[in-house]
């Protein structure tokens, strides 16, 4: 996780990403205090948090590190292309060679250069994967380049499985993890975000395939990030479903009882970093598997 120093409204992604809304007040304070809120609830539970401090320059979203870097369990760290300058920016050799001496890797897959022929996919937010099945779901838009998301999966043995999401007036959705999450027994998903009705019938063909309990959320709990969440697990190897309050208060209790019943939900407080970043708590964390305990 990278702690923010200068969070705020990125003019350069607001074209794509209808989620964000501007802001007259520096919200930098608060998003530091939101960041380090949520840090404390993850290590309250005895999960593994590593954190960064954020760089001199000027990175609004660099509190979103999932964007530019993943790491697929047992095999690879990858960094990703993205879309805006300032989010290129965000990308650190420092963070890179912590990762690889974590993980015991010795070299990832850089896919930046794509970026100069316009080819952009943004980490785990354009991508959702599924990585005990070897599959990967995503929305094309301007931040998901199904093309480089294919060569990506044929390099790592995985299936894709591509869809077009929309908001409410019709303007593709700019990630697919605010459509959707993916959890090892369960599926938060806006299947009524996906038009054509083939292809939404498709991806839930493909869930359930794959062996997931599908939890179908709304257009107005979509907004409120119910799908952005993400499942980590602590030292002693107990799972936790985390996702924003905002999230979770969107949920019924029918939905939360689905999700609870295989394990604890965590509900964080991050209410201005959703509100002016447009991502929520899946979006701060970068996941990596077989972190040494």
């Not at 965590?266 to 002016?276: F, N």
Request: glycine share 6%.
């Amino acid at each position: 996780m990278i702690r923010p120093k200068h969070f705020g409204f990125n003019e350069q992604t607001a074209g794509s990403n209808s989620f964000q809304h501007q802001s007259s007040d520096d919200v930098s304070i608060i998003a530091q205090q939101e960041f380090d809120g949520m840090v404390e609830v993850l290590r309250s539970k005895e999960i593994d948090v590593k954190v960064f401090e954020d760089q001199e320059i000027v990175l609004p979203d660099s509190v979103f590190p999932n964007n530019w870097i993943s790491n697929f369990p047992k095999e690879a760290l990858v960094i990703y292309p993205m879309l805006t300058p300032n989010r290129r920016d965000e990308v650190r050799e420092d963070v890179i060679e912590w990762a690889l001496q974590a993980l015991m890797l010795d070299e990832f897959i850089d896919l930046t250069m794509a970026q100069e022929e316009d080819r952009i996919l943004e980490g785990t937010g354009s991508v959702v994967f599924d990585h005990a099945s070897k599959t990967a779901f995503a929305s094309v838009s301007p931040r998901t380049d199904l093309s480089l998301l294919k060569d990506l999966c044929d390099n790592m043995g995985y299936e894709t499985v591509s869809f077009e999401a929309v908001d409410l007036n019709g303007d593709q959705i700019y990630h697919t993890n605010v459509v959707m999450s993916i959890g090892s027994q369960v599926t938060i998903i806006c299947l009524e975000s996906i038009p054509d009705l083939l292809e939404r019938a498709m991806v839930k063909r493909s869930l359930e395939k794959i062996g997931k309990e599908i939890i179908e959320i709304t257009y107005n709990q979509m907004n409120q990030f119910a799908g952005n969440a993400y499942e980590v697990i602590n030292k002693q190897g107990k799972h936790f479903y985390a996702m924003s309050s905002t999230a979770y208060n969107a949920l019924n209790e029918v939905q939360k009882a689905v999700v609870s019943s295989s394990m604890e939900i965590l509900s964080i407080s991050i209410p201005t970093i959703e509100k002016v970043g447009g991502g929520s708590v899946r979006c701060m964390m970068a996941g990596l598997f077989n972190y040494p305990k």
